[in-house]
């Protein structure tokens, strides 16, 4: 299973936009990127994922490099609610159904 | 109301009990999941159950056991708790069709004396 490596923390301004990294450089072609966050102690919450391409939905935007190396998980307006741990997990193929959460990036997003 | 709801949502007992965490969902996903996170890290799988016939273990299963009683419910039971198995247990459901959308629960913060 791909693994995943990502920065402890970042900080980031309210209305702007927080960029998280993510490299993944063992990826394998069949597995995806996932993306959840975890406010405080709550369970966490799915953000987006993506395959190959770039993907967009409410919450964020997910930018996977050509070589599926790294992705970047954009909030596009960061706002208080936005601080949390960020979790990039890669899964599929062997690890089907089954997600691994490392330690993620705390983001803190200051007034 | 939570589609994915959990109890108790937080427990004392001592070294040596049996207890048991319910986990209860009403979105119809086939799949259920027990997961345990310990302070500063991230979480990690207990078991899973991809049906209600099927059970299987995850990355950290020992000292646990579960009970798909139902497509709905999915039990954690610790058959004799001891102090290092206090963390946040969280349960989490997910369908198929969504890939690896997994949907948590607020979590069952347990404490053991």
């Known amino acids: 299973d791909a693994k995943t490596t990502q920065p402890t923390s970042m900080d980031c301004a309210e209305g702007r936009a927080a960029n998280l990294p993510c490299n993944h450089s063992?990826?394998?072609?069949?597995?995806?990127v996932y993306w959840y966050r975890q406010i405080h102690s709550q369970g966490p919450q799915y953000i987006i994922h993506?395959?190959?391409n770039n993907e967009t939905n409410e919450m964020a935007s997910l930018i996977i490099t050509e070589d599926r190396k790294s992705s970047t998980l954009i909030l596009p307006h960061a706002t208080l609610r936005d601080t949390a741990v960020y979790y990039c997990i890669v899964v599929g193929g062997t690890s089907y159904g089954k997600l691994t959460f490392g330690q993620g990036t705390i983001l803190t997003v200051h007034p | 109301d939570a589609d994915v709801t959990q109890t108790p949502r937080n427990r004392i007992t001592k070294t040596g009990k049996r207890i048991m965490l319910e986990c209860s969902q009403t979105?119809?996903?086939?799949?259920m999941y027990w997961y345990r996170q310990d302070p500063g890290l991230g979480l990690r799988l207990i078991y899973y159950?991809?049906?209600?016939?099927?059970?299987n273990k995850g990355e950290i299963s020992d000292g646990y056991s579960v009970s798909r009683q139902a497509q709905a419910k999915f039990s954690l039971s610790l058959e004799s708790a001891i102090p290092n198995q206090t963390a946040l247990y969280f349960c989490?459901?997910?369908?198929?069709?969504?890939?690896?959308?997994?949907?948590f629960g607020p979590g069952t913060r347990l404490l053991v004396l």
């Open positions: 989490a459901t997910s369908d198929p069709p969504e890939g690896e959308t997994q949907y």
């Open positions: 993506g395959l190959k």
């Open positions: 979105k119809g996903h086939d799949r």
């Open positions: 063992t990826i394998s072609g069949n597995e995806y």
């Open positions: 159950s991809f049906d209600v016939k099927d059970i």
